[in-house]
């Protein structure tokens, strides 16, 4: 297999998307939009699927929290991977819920040897209702969270490595962390599981003050958000490029955009930039081997 360059699927792009899907190697749905769709409103996407690749991404379950996940969510993704067969479903690294109480929020959990375990039991459950282990996505966050005992990518691969998943690496999110708490992106990027990423998101976001005041005479610090309503940042095309130098195995590179749609061709050239990325990232390596 080749990699495979594709969009998040949204209905306000389905126009430019059937327009230009001989540009679009794949789409990515978002499964919670159909938890409740019935046969008859399922019967689009099936007819989408039979065009063009699909993969299904979760948003709900909150595979990393402590609590088990409730088999209702399962179910509903068992139940869209038994209709709309695609090639692989995904969730994300995060809780959204405690004692009952939605949050509402990706948030990223405490990161403790007692969660990681929780997470691997609701994965391995996931898995088992499914019928096929989901593809995982590290989040971003504004925050360390309290309690913290293991850092990110050590977290992240023992969670991967220990439930047998592969993962949907969000390069955006990697490198909003690594520049909210003071590191190089490259760095944090070759500490996480690379041989274990079979998919990519691509996505931007925008610098927002600190939640917080500033003393007399400070300078007011900034975070980078990730809010899908900006353009991939060139930063974000340079991460891909050293991904594919060091990943071997085929990716399934999503650009993600969630509102701000801009003209399709803007979308166009991203998924172009994209593919160029990877062909440098692919080239270098080869360039390495040859070396060797």
């Not at 979760?58 to 695609?86: D, I, K, Y």
């Not at 990423?197 to 007011?220: F, N």
Request: hydrophobic share 45%; with cysteine; net charge negative.
């Amino acid at each position: 297999m080749a990699d495979r360059i594709g969009l998040g699927w949204r209905g306000e792009l389905a126009a430019g998307i059937f327009t230009h899907l001989d540009h679009i190697d794949l789409l990515e749905i978002i499964a919670d939009d159909y938890f409740d769709a019935d046969a008859r409103a399922l019967r689009p996407l099936a007819t989408l699927a039979s065009q063009v690749p699909i993969t299904l991404h979760g948003v709900s379950m909150g595979l990393a929290g402590s609590e088990a996940v409730e088999s209702r969510r399962m179910e509903n993704m068992a139940r869209l991977v038994e209709v709309l067969r695609p090639e692989s479903w995904s969730e994300h690294l995060a809780f959204v819920r405690a004692g009952g109480i939605e949050i509402g929020h990706l948030a990223a959990p405490p990161r403790t040897l007692r969660n990681i375990a929780a997470a691997i039991a609701n994965i391995e459950c996931a898995s088992a209702i499914v019928g096929c282990a989901p593809w995982l996505e590290n989040i971003a966050t504004l925050i360390n969270p309290p309690g913290c005992q293991i850092e990110e990518a050590t977290w992240t691969r023992d969670i991967i490595e220990g439930s047998g998943a592969g993962m949907l690496l969000d390069l955006h999110n990697l490198y909003a962390n690594a520049l909210n708490f003071g590191e190089q992106p490259e760095q944090l990027l070759m500490r996480f599981p690379l041989h274990r990423v079979r998919a990519v998101h691509l996505s931007g976001g925008k610098w927002i003050p600190e939640p917080r005041g500033t003393d007399a005479g400070e300078t007011a610090r900034h975070r980078l958000l990730d809010d899908h309503v900006h353009d991939v940042p060139a930063d974000v095309f340079g991460l891909l490029s050293l991904l594919a130098q060091h990943a071997p195995q085929p990716l399934d590179v999503i650009i993600e955009r969630d509102g701000n749609y801009p003209d399709f061709c803007s979308l166009l050239e991203q998924l172009g930039a994209a593919r160029a990325a990877l062909a440098r990232g692919r080239a270098a390596a080869l360039q390495m081997k040859a070396a060797a």
